[in-house]
């Protein structure tokens, strides 16, 4: 046994070795989770003998492995251990994956960070009852009053709220939080000592101060890069039972949260547009997602049936999901309202290309087996064939694997991809890896 797990406490040192894998490798966060599976403790790697361990990381990481012999161990660890007295300095929590502190939903993901970063009080994250309220920057008034009074409804029903702390939407559901005295979470990808944007901090110190708490994955003195925020939207659905956009075009960081909410199958829900703003382009995503069975609608009169469905399907993720097993939470039924409203026409042009009318589903039909990968071309003209569902899952998983795996690949400076170049160059040393491998095999 080395001087340093002689000298240190245990628990300290557990801390340091995911502190490491996460922060101090240049690994992806499912490549750092892969590696800490096989070595699970500080102890379980330290007994590897050294003229073994390069065989060992191969073993678990392929071409990755290299990533994890950048420097002498007990150097990288006891680098850890310094800054995590520097978080700790600055009344910061550090919290490992292994940590009864760390939110059970949050580990059921497929990347969960090794390490969450928190500042104000962790109960709420413990609680395992969250809801992230999301949407635009380029909010209207009218949809940061809708995203305020759901998250006032929600917290007044002692819901934590989740949200982004943008500008827009991000901002108006803390606030409706704040105003039922609940608590909310900003998930933040700058480090704790940073807040973004800067008009944003007396809503953040009000956070702290209303028993909330600030969260991220990226440490102190560490800048955020192109995909910090990405990265950031799967923490948002990750901690969340539901997740609730409220407006949003095709396109931008919203969806990203709403990819992530289909692949970690949480309930998607969206309030139905406002008669008066449905052609605009801020409801232009939501409109998408309503007509195209990815999220369940709901208006005023059905929020309480909401709130029983989110009740029910929490009770399905913490006690029916035995992640051992790999089951996936039981269905949960609640009868949806069909009305006028459900039909979300755009007053301002005919709409000549309607989608074609589809059976609708149940709430929890909607949150299982979705291609969520889709051409937006193609649902506002309409789909004429489509491919056997087996093939289109197994098409939708490879696309997002390789999404995911271009998303979190770094150069070894550590910084991402930048160009389609970079891309390019990145795909075809991937191409060349697993030929090689599958002519070793």
Same mark, same amino acid.
């Given at each position: 046994m080395s001087e340093l797990a002689t000298s240190r406490n245990i628990s300290e040192l557990q801390t340091a070795y995911s502190y490491w894998l996460s922060q101090l490798t240049y690994l992806s966060p499912r490549s750092a989770l892969k590696f800490k599976i096989d070595f699970p403790t500080f102890e379980s790697w330290e007994h590897v003998p050294k003229t073994e361990r390069h065989d060992a990381a191969k073993k678990t990481l392929g071409v990755d492995s290299s990533k994890i012999f950048t420097s002498n161990f007990d150097a990288m660890i006891e680098r850890a251990l310094n800054e995590l007295q520097t978080h700790r300095n600055y009344e910061i929590q550090v919290v490992p994956i292994d940590s009864d502190d760390y939110p059970y939903l949050l580990k059921q993901i497929p990347d969960p960070p090794l390490v969450l970063f928190v500042r104000g009080s962790i109960d709420v994250l413990t609680a395992n009852k969250n809801a992230a309220v999301i949407g635009t920057r380029d909010a209207t008034p009218k949809g940061k009053t809708v995203a305020t009074r759901i998250a006032k409804w929600l917290g007044q029903n002692d819901w934590c709220i989740v949200s982004g702390l943008a500008t827009g939407i991000d901002t108006a559901a803390h606030l409706g939080a704040l105003e039922a005295k609940a608590p909310t979470v900003a998930v933040m990808a700058t480090a704790l000592d940073t807040v973004y944007p800067a008009e944003n901090r007396p809503l953040a110190k009000d956070i702290l101060n209303a028993g909330g708490c600030w969260i991220s994955e990226t440490p102190l003195k560490r800048k955020p890069h192109r995909g910090s925020f990405v990265q950031r939207d799967r923490i948002q659905s990750g901690l969340s039972v539901a997740v609730i956009p409220v407006q949003t075009d095709v396109e931008g960081g919203t969806m990203h949260t709403v990819r992530f909410t289909q692949q970690q199958k949480r309930l998607l829900l969206c309030p139905r547009p406002i008669e008066t703003e449905q052609s605009l382009k801020q409801y232009a995503g939501i409109k998408y997602l +309503?007509?195209? @069975?990815?999220? %369940? $609608?709901?208006? *005023? #009169?059905?929020?309480?049936? %909401? *709130? #029983?469905?989110? *009740? &029910?399907?929490?009770? &399905?993720? *913490?006690?029916?999901? +035995?992640? #051992?097993?790999?089951?996936? $939470? @039981? $269905?949960?039924?609640?009868?949806? +309202?069909?009305?006028? %409203?459900?039909?979300v026409p755009d007053k301002s042009e005919p709409d000549k290309t309607k989608p074609r009318k589809t059976k609708r589903k149940s709430a929890a039909g909607l949150q299982e087996g979705f291609d969520f990968i889709s051409d937006f071309d193609l649902w506002k003209k309409g789909k004429t064939k489509q491919k056997p569902k087996k093939q289109l899952d197994k098409e939708i998983e490879i696309i997002e694997q390789l999404i995911f795996e271009v998303e979190q690949a770094r150069h070894p400076d550590g910084r991402s991809l930048s160009s389609a170049d970079e891309v390019k160059e990145w795909l075809e040393s991937r191409i060349k890896a697993l030929k090689q491998t599958a002519l070793a095999k």
């Amino acid at each position: 046994m080395s001087e340093l797990a002689t000298s240190r406490n245990i628990s300290e040192l557990q801390t340091a070795y995911s502190y490491w894998l996460s922060q101090l490798t240049y690994l992806s966060p499912r490549s750092a989770l892969k590696f800490k599976i096989d070595f699970p403790t500080f102890e379980s790697w330290e007994h590897v003998p050294k003229t073994e361990r390069h065989d060992a990381a191969k073993k678990t990481l392929g071409v990755d492995s290299s990533k994890i012999f950048t420097s002498n161990f007990d150097a990288m660890i006891e680098r850890a251990l310094n800054e995590l007295q520097t978080h700790r300095n600055y009344e910061i929590q550090v919290v490992p994956i292994d940590s009864d502190d760390y939110p059970y939903l949050l580990k059921q993901i497929p990347d969960p960070p090794l390490v969450l970063f928190v500042r104000g009080s962790i109960d709420v994250l413990t609680a395992n009852k969250n809801a992230a309220v999301i949407g635009t920057r380029d909010a209207t008034p009218k949809g940061k009053t809708v995203a305020t009074r759901i998250a006032k409804w929600l917290g007044q029903n002692d819901w934590c709220i989740v949200s982004g702390l943008a500008t827009g939407i991000d901002t108006a559901a803390h606030l409706g939080a704040l105003e039922a005295k609940a608590p909310t979470v900003a998930v933040m990808a700058t480090a704790l000592d940073t807040v973004y944007p800067a008009e944003n901090r007396p809503l953040a110190k009000d956070i702290l101060n209303a028993g909330g708490c600030w969260i991220s994955e990226t440490p102190l003195k560490r800048k955020p890069h192109r995909g910090s925020f990405v990265q950031r939207d799967r923490i948002q659905s990750g901690l969340s039972v539901a997740v609730i956009p409220v407006q949003t075009d095709v396109e931008g960081g919203t969806m990203h949260t709403v990819r992530f909410t289909q692949q970690q199958k949480r309930l998607l829900l969206c309030p139905r547009p406002i008669e008066t703003e449905q052609s605009l382009k801020q409801y232009a995503g939501i409109k998408y997602l +309503i007509e195209s @069975k990815r999220a %369940t $609608p709901f208006s *005023l #009169e059905q929020y309480d049936q %909401t *709130l #029983e469905c989110m *009740l &029910s399907y929490r009770n &399905s993720l *913490l006690h029916d999901w +035995i992640p #051992e097993q790999g089951n996936r $939470p @039981k $269905p949960v039924h609640f009868r949806v +309202i069909v009305d006028d %409203t459900d039909k979300v026409p755009d007053k301002s042009e005919p709409d000549k290309t309607k989608p074609r009318k589809t059976k609708r589903k149940s709430a929890a039909g909607l949150q299982e087996g979705f291609d969520f990968i889709s051409d937006f071309d193609l649902w506002k003209k309409g789909k004429t064939k489509q491919k056997p569902k087996k093939q289109l899952d197994k098409e939708i998983e490879i696309i997002e694997q390789l999404i995911f795996e271009v998303e979190q690949a770094r150069h070894p400076d550590g910084r991402s991809l930048s160009s389609a170049d970079e891309v390019k160059e990145w795909l075809e040393s991937r191409i060349k890896a697993l030929k090689q491998t599958a002519l070793a095999k």
